[in-house]
Structure formats: structure tokens, C-alpha cells
């Protein structure tokens, strides 16, 4: 029995409206806004984690801690709505970027197509979240700790071999964010002959501080998963605020956590600009 082949018409009438989408001017709004909401859940991590380095009462938190910080702040349900928006835009940007290869300004490697569905994945999570705080559903039922989640996935078949994967692809991950930082590739993104030579230089600098930063808390997160998958002992897996806890509680802890804080924040800096200046 043999299947049928896609139809040449059908291919290219699907490759037209590949094109269409992501020329639509809605699509690029909704990545620039999604940009900026992504720059305001990193700049909330930062600005909490910079505060517990100097100790002036502020804490190691998550995306979804960030999100619950927002919501609290004046005007936060207003704030967390806009913010709910952009997640969803940029997720929604970078799913439809993966899925046709290229945006109006730029086309995507394969590993780029497969980095951008695993980000818009995370993002729409992000979003769900936060639609979630909005109406309450969240503080009804929680959600898993990394400890619990990776202690429940260490009990499947193949159970620790997953969580080492996933350890060893955020550790992946980590490196190419370093990579990027020390490179400076992640300019390749963005329309660098739009800045003055100032602006440029601040750009850069920020978003070479930002990527260093991210590639040490997906670094920790990695290691710590992997590390639960070899000794098979899920209080090992850490997330985001367990890495920057890890962080403060080292030699020199206070004084690391606040230069991954302040570098937290810079990319939080550099996300928003980018809003402005990247390749959509």
C-alpha cells in the first residue's frame, strides 16, 4: 500500500501562504510587543535577584514568580495582561518562523527553525501562566517544583535517561548562549546599520553581559538535571531560582549572584531594544 505524495500545487499554495503570514504587519507588531514583555519578566528576575545580592530584601524567583510579582504591583492586572499579549506574540512569532523557515527580513537555519520551537513552546507556557494569575486558577492548583517533576519523570522507563538528555541540551543551550555572548552573533539578528555608533556600542555591550548571563543559569539548571539523572536523586534538579540560590550560596556569593543579576538585566535591556532593532 502506498501513500499518497503531496500535490506540487498543493505545496507551493502552502508555501504562498507561508509567505503571507509572515509579511503581515500584525506578525511583526506582535513580535516587537513580544520582545519587550520578554525584556519585563527578565528585568523583574534581575532586579529581585540584584536586591537579594545586596540584600535589601529581594529574592530568587522564576518566570511565573516574575509574572506574580507583576501582577501585584500597581495597575499589575493591566501590566500582566499587556505582558500576557506580548508572550503570546512572541511565541505565536517564533512558532510560524519555525514552521516556514524565514521571516520578512531574514531567513532561519535549520538549527535556528528548531531553536525557535522550542522557545515558542516555552513562551506559550509562559503566557498560559499568566493567563492563569489573571483569573486565579494558579494559586489554586500550583504548580510542580523541578524536584518534583524531574522525581516523577526519574520513575519512567528510561526515566533518568530523559532528564540527563534534557540536562544535556540545556547545557547545549548554555554554551550556545555563550557562544553567541563572546561572538557577538546575536547582532546578526538585529539592524545594526539602523544604530548610530553609540547606541551600537550599547547594544552590544548589553546583549554580550545578557547572553553570559543566561549561558551561567542554563548552565546550573543543565548540570543540576543531569546530575539528578546520575545519581538518581531528583532534589538535585534546580530551576531558575534554584540556580541563582546555588549561585549566592558559593564562595563569593553575593557578589556572583549580583553580576548574573545585573547581567539578567541587561538582557532584559538588550530584549527591549531589540523590539525595536531586530530582523523580524
Known amino acids: 500500500m502506498t501513500t499518497a505524495s503531496p500535490q506540487p500545487g498543493a505545496v507551493r499554495s502552502n508555501q504562498r501562504s507561508g509567505e503571507t503570514v509572515s509579511r503581515r504587519p500584525e506578525l511583526a507588531w506582535l513580535a516587537r510587543v513580544g520582545l519587550v514583555a520578554r525584556g519585563v519578566v527578565y528585568g523583574i528576575i534581575g532586579i529581585l535577584a540584584l536586591k537579594l545580592a545586596v540584600g535589601s530584601g529581594g529574592k530568587a524567583t522564576t518566570q511565573r514568580g516574575a509574572l506574580m510579582t507583576l501582577a501585584q504591583e500597581p495597575?499589575?492586572?493591566a501590566l500582566l495582561i499587556a505582558t500576557a499579549v506580548g508572550l503570546a506574540g512572541y511565541a505565536l512569532w517564533r512558532l510560524v518562523r519555525a514552521g516556514i523557515g524565514h521571516g520578512s527580513e531574514q531567513d532561519d537555519s535549520g538549527l535556528h527553525r528548531i531553536a525557535g520551537v522550542a522557545s515558542g513552546v516555552a513562551y506559550a507556557t509562559l503566557c498560559v501562566t499568566a493567563v492563569k494569575i489573571l483569573t486565579g486558577a494558579n494559586s489554586?492548583?500550583?504548580?510542580n517544583s523541578p524536584k518534583q517533576t524531574t522525581g516523577g519523570?526519574?520513575?519512567w522507563t528510561g526515566g533518568t535517561v530523559i532528564v540527563g538528555v534534557v540536562g544535556a541540551i540545556l547545557i547545549g543551550v548554555a554554551l550556545f548562549q555563550g557562544y553567541k555572548g563572546v561572538s557577538k552573533r546575536f547582532l546578526d539578528d538585529s539592524k545594526t546599520r539602523d544604530m548610530?555608533?553609540?547606541?551600537?556600542?550599547?547594544?552590544?555591550?548589553i546583549g554580550v553581559f545578557g547572553h553570559l548571563a543566561r549561558m551561567v543559569v542554563f548552565g546550573l539548571i543543565g548540570?543540576?538535571?543531569?546530575k539528578a539523572a546520575v545519581d538518581y536523586n531528583p532534589r538535585s534538579a534546580i530551576g531558575l531560582d534554584?540556580?541563582?540560590n546555588k549561585?549566592?550560596?558559593n564562595s563569593y556569593g553575593p557578589f556572583?549572584?549580583?553580576v548574573v543579576a545585573a547581567g539578567l538585566i541587561g538582557f532584559a535591556m538588550y530584549s527591549i531594544a531589540d523590539a525595536r532593532y531586530a530582523k523580524i
Open 75 to 77: 495597575f499589575g492586572k
Open 140 to 143: 489554586r492548583g500550583g504548580s
Open 153 to 155: 519523570v526519574l520513575g
Open 196 to 205: 548610530s555608533r553609540r547606541v551600537k556600542r550599547g547594544f552590544t555591550a
Open 223 to 226: 548540570y543540576g538535571l543531569v
Open 242 to 244: 534554584g540556580a541563582l
Open 247 to 249: 549561585l549566592l550560596h
Open 256 to 258: 556572583l549572584l549580583g
